[in-house]
């Protein structure tokens, strides 16, 4: 009954989508009061049918509802429950479903905040939500549905993938889903704007927290999948530079971009044409990239379907969004008059700088990440490009960001001089030489370097602050005064830079990690980075749906105990599967990693990392994010936040 | 400085990204872009040496062993496309879904004596999923033509051996 009533939820979530689309698109043309009134209405539905599939599709996972095809084929009795109820998004079909339920909540929010837009460009914008979700949610019902039955229901299910049971597996795709599927919102403003002809600083105001809040997501969610595959696959990397790792990094280079590019439009009226084409090729790569990855097209560990049926309809589909939203582009995007000139040198060329190298980046790991399906598609050769080559290409062009980020925010709006920054940020620069110094000293070359850009980045993120609060250089007092004043984004801002650079002094601490394979029996000591791993014991536990080997290890320095590790191995008897679960021990300086492997004849095969500054790399995400969450509480960003008072009823 | 030139400077600027992209990319295409082969393509044109590529196929059933190399444990198998055999060499750990007649991918280089010295091993698949390389690899071998039904199970691949 439960699975009836979310298929119908879900089949009236579809026609909501439908009817939204039409509605919101067809108000607005023929400027129907009526229509466009309805459309909030309409998004709201939407939103709550939703809601109610996927807590149906939880529920039939919750109580093991084996006559459900997904569930059987994802679940089992002996789960854990967190899992039952997470693993319904770690499938293709609930996945899909999560997909949607996101947009859904995005259309939703844009009813609930948008009472103080224009209402044609309201109804717009959930005409292009609402068609957009139309177009997925009817993939979901036709070739993903996850609510088909099976009859005789099977007395116990599948299981679901051992790599998946992991508590990391909980938030990942939520969080990461809420960053590709929130630049479905500057997407649609931008399709909205040019139907409309028509843009100006308000529609910046409006886009930039939007991006912004999909970015602060995008940036955790891809943190988040990074430190799992670091503490899950035990390979002890933090980014493989696999396809989906890609797709998820090529809307966050542009994302980043049309952050950025929407506060010139916002301040400036200038980079119109640009930031709407960056919208949308956010939002185009946000759907490309998990599209293409779910449909096998690229070669991935992420690949849950091989259906052609499927690949076809989202091809068909990508088509449709991306293609009719750059043809939009070409036909009107010259309606669209740019506003205010600036000379090279300013604070809009180096948003204009920041850019062009961001989509350099995202230009060459999209190259690398499609040509080797293509070439296999169309040439036949099966290639594969790795590391070394997005090493190779990625670094030389991040450099240039890294070295203007830090002062790019000193420049002023329209014409600068390139002078005040040195005055203002020297000390940064002299600091970061002489870290750099000291490393060259003791390590490889890019190691150093690449500390001393983080010495510049964490340090001249905060120039401008220091700039405008005349710290050091005024009385306390009065740069106390001063900072008050300051405006939140420009702390957001220096807060979100530093972070970049702690992400960068964790990388490299990392690239300075050592490790060590040994084959030890009970009683075995080995010296590695300054510590002493010592293997104790090696022994036999239950789990709820597992039989798990743990190896209990003591690791000293210089004879004082630091930390009992136990890395385990877990065999999963229902998948036939082994997986292993690694030994972690950080003191945020450092982490003590140790993974074990195969046993023989008593003798069992450890692999021990020591991996210095590992975990600022996500660390510095959460800084990033956070910085941008912060420049969300900016007042001025909050536009008509003094009307949103007076609306005292909740809208239906 | 007047509208013209200001246009032209981020005109240059653009260029002046997208070339330095391209560029980049070109090179590093030249030199990293890491082709996959079977030990049949191996054995037909060798790469040179030093060069990385991806080698797939199955590994041989009861091929795998693993012994001590200066301290280290190394493990050595022989990975077959149901034609031609090479021997693996890899130290570190072998991943959890490594079995003896199942697919497997190795990225490495080959060594003077023909053998395939791997820096990574993947075993990415289950029971019933055999990765898309590895199964191309075995058409190409004539080891398993699609056109007599779908490929076996994994796990009966355990007999192949190389034959002739």
């Known amino acids: 009954m439960i699975p009836e009533l979310g298929h119908f939820a879900l089949a009236l979530a579809c026609a909501f989508a439908f009817a939204q689309a039409i509605v919101g698109l067809w108000g607005a043309h023929r400027r129907d009061m009526r229509l466009m009134a309805a459309t909030p209405g309409l998004a709201v539905g939407q939103l709550l049918a939703l809601a109610g599939a996927s807590l149906a599709l939880v529920l039939a996972s919750a109580w093991d509802d084996f006559s459900v095809v997904n569930v059987a084929e994802n679940s089992a009795v002996a789960k854990p429950l967190l899992y039952k109820i997470t693993g319904t998004w770690g499938n293709h079909e609930g996945s899909i479903l999560l997909w949607g339920l996101i947009l859904g909540i995005c259309g939703g929010l844009v009813s609930v905040f948008g009472r103080t837009l224009p209402s044609a460009l309201r109804a717009r914008v959930l005409g292009v939500l609402g068609g957009t979700s139309a177009g997925f949610l009817l993939f979901c019902l036709t070739t993903s549905n996850p609510f088909w039955r099976s009859w005789p229901a099977p007395a116990d299910g599948r299981g679901m993938n051992p790599l998946l049971q992991d508590p990391g597996l909980a938030f990942h795709p939520p969080v990461l889903y809420m960053g590709y599927v929130g630049f479905a919102v500057p997407f649609a403003f931008a399709v909205a704007a040019l139907l409309e002809g028509r843009i100006d600083a308000a529609w910046g105001r409006w886009v930039r927290p939007w991006a912004l809040v999909s970015w602060c997501f995008l940036t955790c969610g891809i943190a988040m999948g990074s430190w799992w595959a670091y503490y899950e696959l035990g390979w002890g990397g933090y980014w493989f530079w696999d396809p989906v790792e890609n797709a998820s990094l090529m809307p966050w280079l542009t994302g980043t971009a049309l952050v950025h590019s929407a506060i010139v439009v916002e301040k400036r009226e200038s980079l119109k044409i640009w930031t709407v084409l960056l919208a949308i090729g956010t939002f185009s790569l946000s759907l490309s990239g998990t599209f293409l990855v779910r449909s096998g097209i690229l070669n991935s560990v992420h690949a849950f379907a091989n259906d052609p049926a499927r690949g076809i309809f989202i091809l068909g589909l990508l088509g449709l969004v991306i293609g009719g939203s750059l043809l939009l582009f070409a036909l009107r995007a010259p309606l669209l008059r740019s506003g205010g000139v600036f000379a090279p040198v300013s604070r809009e060329g180096g948003l204009v700088l920041n850019n062009i190298f961001l989509c350099s980046i995202c230009a060459v790991v999209i190259v690398g990440t499609m040509y080797p399906p293509f070439a296999d598609l169309l040439l036949g050769q099966k290639i594969s490009v790795g590391a070394p080559f997005f090493n190779a290409t990625v670094l030389p062009l991040a450099i240039p960001v890294f070295l203007a980020m830090a002062v790019g925010p000193l420049l002023p709006w329209k014409r600068g001089r390139l002078m005040p920054l040195v005055t203002h940020a020297w000390w940064a620069a002299l600091a970061a030489v002489a870290v750099g110094g000291v490393c060259a000293g003791n390590m490889a070359v890019l190691p150093a370097l690449a500390f001393g850009a983080a010495t510049w980045l964490i340090l001249g993120s905060f120039s401008e602050v220091i700039e405008r609060t005349l710290l050091f250089r005024a009385p306390v007092a009065n740069s106390v005064r001063r900072a008050r004043g300051l405006p939140v984004a420009v702390l957001g801002a220096a807060i979100a830079h530093a972070g970049m650079g702690v992400t960068i002094a964790g990388i490299a601490g990392m690239s300075l990690s050592s490790n060590k394979i040994v084959e030890a029996k009970p009683g075995d000591q080995f010296k590695l980075g300054g510590y002493e791993f010592t293997l104790l014991s090696l022994s036999s536990e239950p789990g709820p749906n597992f039989a798990s080997r743990v190896a209990s290890i003591e690791v000293t320095q210089g004879g004082t105990p630091v930390a009992i590790m136990r890395p385990s191995k877990r065999n999963f008897a229902s998948q036939n599967q082994t997986t292993s679960d690694v030994a972690i021990r950080t003191n945020f300086l450092r982490d003590l990693y140790v993974v074990l492997g195969d046993e023989r004849d008593g003798q069992a095969v450890l692999r021990l990392h020591v991996n210095p500054l590992a975990p600022w790399i996500w660390l510095g995400a959460l800084v990033m994010a956070a910085g941008g969450a912060l420049s969300l509480a900016d007042r001025r960003l909050r536009v008509g936040a003094p009307s949103r008072l007076r609306a005292g009823a909740v809208p239906a | ?164």
């Open chain 2, 1 to 164: 400085m007047t509208r013209k030139m200001r246009r032209l400077s981020v005109i240059l600027a653009c260029g002046a990204g997208l070339g330095s992209a391209s560029a980049l990319t070109l090179s590093a295409f030249s030199d990293n872009l890491v082709f996959f082969m079977s030990p049949g393509d191996i054995a037909t044109h060798a790469p040179a040496p030093g060069r990385t590529i991806r080698l797939g196929g199955l590994v041989q059933a009861k091929s795998l062993r693993v012994d001590k190399q200066d301290g280290e444990p190394v493990a050595r198998f022989v990975v077959t496309d149901g034609r031609t055999t090479i021997p693996v060499s890899y130290t570190g750990i072998l991943p959890d879904l490594f079995r003896e007649g199942q697919g497997v991918v190795a990225l490495g280089t080959i060594q003077p004596d023909h053998s395939f010295r791997a820096q990574e091993v993947l075993a990415k698949h289950d029971e019933t999923y055999m990765p898309k390389d590895v199964a191309d690899a075995l058409k190409r071998s004539g080891h398993w033509n699609p056109a007599q039904g779908p490929a076996p199970p994994a796990s009966t691949w355990n007999s192949v051996t190389a034959s002739r």
